[in-house]
């Protein structure tokens, strides 16, 4: 079964950069039957009932925003900073060469509200982890993150586990 979506995962060679081999998830979506598989085996896999699902820009918006109707869960944003109109908090992560920003808005969430967290691929981790800190830091009771996609060979998964985050993905 899981071999039926990771077919639908097109690889692109040297995508951004020489060297990359990148993870195409915009083939899964375009299938209906595999994306709705998709966000039932993320739906049965979720932990307990949630508050809130956080989704990671931009692609992490799809998966979180498909998950909100069958978990009965609102959707948080997590966006690239400049993005938000109200009152933000954010967190700066590492990139290969330089840094990033993400940030929410600092009223997003009632301290104690139960999130999930969503993203299509964890690779580093590093854009995850600093979502953590971001919830956390707004007052999030955070268990559990999701992605369609990890890449193990490059830690990210270990390191949010070792961050006490039950990380679950459908492929790898
Ligand atoms: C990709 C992906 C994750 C992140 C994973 O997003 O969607 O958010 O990178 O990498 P990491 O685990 O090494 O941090 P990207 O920054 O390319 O943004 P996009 O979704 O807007 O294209
Ligand atoms: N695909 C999509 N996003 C990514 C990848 C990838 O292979 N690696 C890091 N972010």
Do not use: C
């Amino acid at each position: 079964m899981n071999d039926d979506l990771k077919a639908l995962i097109r690889t692109i060679p040297d995508f951004p950069k020489p060297g990359i081999q990148f993870r195409d998830i915009t083939t899964l979506l375009l299938d209906a039957g595999g994306f709705a598989q998709t966000i039932a085996r993320m739906a049965a896999a979720t932990l307990g009932p949630v508050d809130l699902i956080a989704g990671i820009e931009a692609r992490g918006f799809i998966f979180a925003a498909a998950l909100a109707a069958p978990l009965n869960a609102g959707v948080l944003l997590i966006r690239k900073d400049g993005k938000l109109p109200g009152a933000t908090i954010a967190e700066d992560y590492a990139l290969e060469y330089g840094e990033d920003r993400i940030v929410m808005h600092e009223d997003a969430l009632v301290p104690g509200q139960r999130v999930l967290l969503v993203d299509d691929l964890i690779a580093t981790g590093g854009t995850a982890r600093a979502a953590v800190r971001l919830l956390r830091k707004a007052g999030a009771e955070l268990r559990q993150a999701q992605f369609v996609i990890d890449l193990p060979e490059l830690g990210g998964a270990d390191a949010l586990r070792a961050e006490k985050i039950q990380v679950d993905s459908l492929l790898s």
